[in-house]
């Protein structure tokens, strides 16, 4: 018997092999597809997704991807539609449908409910042949090598490849209506990546009394005095229109008396970070987490458009606002 870490091994290349096929065969068809997207987004036609067993598994998380970037679409399940569930059904309805063979039974009896509905049919199947692929206005190939299962018989490989045509249609959607990280915010109200779309650095600032800020001629001395008086673990160095000048940091005071034990009566702008990164006020919080990220350190001014200093964000307040 295999080793465990070595039968994972095995899925995961199957599976990524069959990513990679189902990226080298893109072609005019996904572009046709995408153009029906776009077209029924306009129109505001209903996006609607369908198919059988892990399909429909499958199409729940397409639908939830397209609603998350703003076009709202609905599951239609093939066996409830045969039970009432039809009435749903508008004419002009996109119907993006989902089988690996093409054809399950529920949904080939389906398709001629569809066309009698005039919705326009977009398949994502392995049988480009099928019953599926033949009623269909597009066909998007997600066939797969082989299953990962040793019998090739769960479907893994191909779930995996059908997925991830629909999260490229999704974003080449999202991409082509021109989304906004603003919009996406809309659409995220709740959770880490609402919070930090929706709050603007305005909102997470340190400003007023909690904000050190001091004139470059200021000795280290009055630099500590003002950030114990903010509590905070740097200040701002600004000139006298209040434009950011450089940053002075609790561990610049450190390493200055490092060097020099009477470095107290020394000039703050020998010792600060001149021309510090710094983020414009207004924007998205998730832009000064990224800062953060990037750069690695923990204080961060937010300047005007006149590089005037607004404020502070000190990346030990992050926590409270939920957004790390």
């Not at 997207?37 to 059988?52: F, H, P």
């Not at 008086?229 to 006298?240: E, F, L, P």
């Not at 600060?272 to 923990?298: C, I, Q, W, Y």
């Amino acid at each position: 018997m295999k080793a465990p870490q070595d039968i994972a091994r095995s899925v995961l290349q199957i599976e990524i092999e069959a990513l990679e096929r189902a990226a080298s065969r893109l072609d005019g068809a996904f572009d046709q597809a995408l153009d029906l997207l776009l077209d029924a987004a306009r129109r505001d036609a209903r996006i609607i997704v369908t198919g059988m067993g892990k399909s429909w598994h499958i199409g729940q998380k397409i639908a939830a991807t397209l609603a998350s970037t703003g076009v709202p679409a609905s599951l239609l399940h093939p066996a409830e539609a045969m039970h009432g569930d039809s009435g749903f059904l508008r004419k002009g309805d996109l119907v993006i449908a989902l089988s690996y063979s093409g054809e399950s039974d529920e949904l080939v009896t389906l398709l001629p409910l569809l066309r009698a509905y005039h919705a326009t049919i977009i398949a994502i199947t392995g049988g480009l042949d099928s019953s599926l692929a033949r009623a269909s206005d597009v066909v998007l190939d997600a066939s797969v090598a082989r299953e990962a299962c040793p019998f090739n018989l769960v479907p893994t490989a191909s779930t995996t490849a059908a997925l991830a045509m629909g999260d490229a249609l999704a974003i080449a959607l999202l991409e082509a209506r021109g989304l906004t990280r603003e919009d996406f915010a809309r659409f995220h109200p709740g959770g880490a990546i609402g919070r930090s779309l929706l709050l603007k650095v305005d909102d997470i600032m340190r400003s007023d009394e909690k904000l050190a800020k001091i004139p470059p001629e200021a000795t280290l001395q009055e630099a500590l005095l003002a950030m114990t008086g903010a509590q905070s673990g740097a200040c701002v160095v600004v000139d006298g229109e209040g434009k950011l000048l450089g940053l002075f940091t609790d561990g610049d005071f450190r390493r200055a008396l490092a060097k020099d034990p009477a470095a107290l009566a020394g000039k703050v702008a020998d010792a600060m970070t001149k021309n510090p990164t710094s983020v414009r006020r207004g924007k998205l919080a998730a832009e000064a987490l990224a800062v953060f990220r990037e750069h690695r350190f923990d204080d961060l001014p937010v300047t005007d458009a006149d590089n005037r200093v607004c404020g502070l964000i000190d990346l030990q307040d992050l926590p409270k606002f939920k957004i790390l």
